[in-house]
C-alpha cells in the first residue's frame, strides 16, 4: 500500500462545564484536520463524550457531542467496533460510573480491519483500544545497538556472578600483546554477553509476573463490563504491581 495514512489524535476537554469547549474543538480544529484527505485518516483520541446511550453506564448522565456526530455523519465515519457486532467494552471506569470515551474512527480503512480488542494497561486509569489493519507493505527494520541496562548493575546477585566471571577475565591478560587487544577480543565480548544473558533472563521472570498480573487485571475488567462490579482498590493494587515490574525491565 503506498497510499500515506494519517493519524488524527484527540484528546477533548472533560467534563460538563467544559461542553462549549469541547464542540468548538470539534467543529473547528478536528474538521480543519479531517478536510484534506478523509479517505486515509485514522481518527483517535480520549472524546470524553459518547454518541450512544449504550456506550456509558448512566446515560442520564453523560456528556453527548453533537458535534462529533455531525463529523461522523458528514465525512462518513465508522467506529471500528461496529465491525464484529459485538458488544464494545467501555475503557474508562470511576467507582459507580463507566463509559467508553475512547474510540477510533474510519473510513475508507474500514474494510481494512482484522480485528479490533480492548485491554487493561496500568500505566493509565483508561483501557486501550486497538484496530489491526490489513495493510500489505514491506518495512524493513534496522537492528538496534545494543545498551546495558543498568539496572542491572543494582542486583546484588548479578553483581557477584559479575565479580567471578570478570575475576577469570582479568586472569587471562597475559595472553594477549597489550591491553586493547584484550578488551576488544576477550573482555568487551564477554562483558557484552554476561548482561545480555542476565538482562534476558531478567526480562523472562519479570515478563511472566506482569503476564500473570495482567490477566488478572483483564478479569476484573471484563466482570466489571459484564456485571456493573468494579473492585477499584483490588485493580489499583494489582495496577501497581505490573508498574513495578516493569520498571525493574527497564
Known amino acids: 500500500m503506498d497510499t500515506e495514512l494519517y493519524l488524527v489524535n484527540v484528546y477533548a476537554p472533560s467534563g460538563r462545564n467544559k461542553e462549549q469547549e469541547r464542540e468548538n474543538l470539534f467543529e473547528t480544529e478536528l474538521t480543519y484536520q479531517l478536510i484534506p484527505n478523509t479517505d486515509n485518516i485514522i481518527m483517535c483520541g480520549d472524546w470524553n463524550s459518547v454518541l450512544v446511550p449504550k456506550d456509558t453506564l448512566r446515560p442520564e448522565n453523560a ?6 456526530q455531525n463529523i461522523i455523519t458528514t465525512f462518513r465515519y465508522k467506529d471500528i467496533f ?4 459485538r458488544k464494545a467494552n467501555f475503557t474508562f471506569y470511576m467507582r459507580n ?12 480503512l474500514f474494510s481494512k480491519i482484522e480485528d479490533t480488542v480492548t485491554y487493561p494497561v496500568s500505566f493509565s486509569d483508561h483501557l486501550c483500544v486497538c484496530v489491526t489493519l490489513d495493510i500489505a507493505q514491506n518495512i524493513q527494520l534496522s537492528r538496534p545497538r545494543w545498551r546495558l541496562n543498568v539496572s ?15 575475576f577469570h ?4 591478560k597475559q595472553m594477549f600483546p597489550n591491553l586493547i587487544d584484550w578488551w576488544e577480543i576477550m573482555a568487551k ?3 557484552k554477553q554476561f548482561y545480555i544473558h542476565q538482562g534476558k533472563e531478567q526480562k523472562r521472570l519479570s515478563q511472566g509476573l506482569t503476564i500473570y498480573y495482567e490477566k488478572k487485571l483483564r ?3 471484563e466482570k466489571a463490563n459484564n456485571e456493573n462490579v468494579l473492585d477499584y482498590e483490588k485493580i489499583k493494587q494489582i495496577k501497581n504491581k505490573i508498574d513495578s515490574y516493569r520498571e525493574k525491565k527497564q
Not at 548493575?153 to 553483581?159: F, G, P
Request: proline fraction near 2%; hydrophobic fraction near 35%; glycine fraction near 0%.
Open 219 to 221: 478479569t476484573l475488567y
Open 82 to 85: 461496529t465491525k464484529n457486532k
Open 169 to 172: 577475565i582479568q586472569r587471562r
Open 152 to 166: 542491572l548493575l543494582k542486583t546484588d546477585i548479578i553483581k557477584e556472578n559479575f565479580n567471578i566471571i570478570w
Open 97 to 108: 460510573y463507566a463509559s467508553r470515551l475512547d474510540r477510533i474512527y474510519l473510513s475508507k
Open 63 to 68: 456528556c453527548y457531542s453533537k458535534a462529533l
Open 189 to 191: 565480548p564477554q562483558f
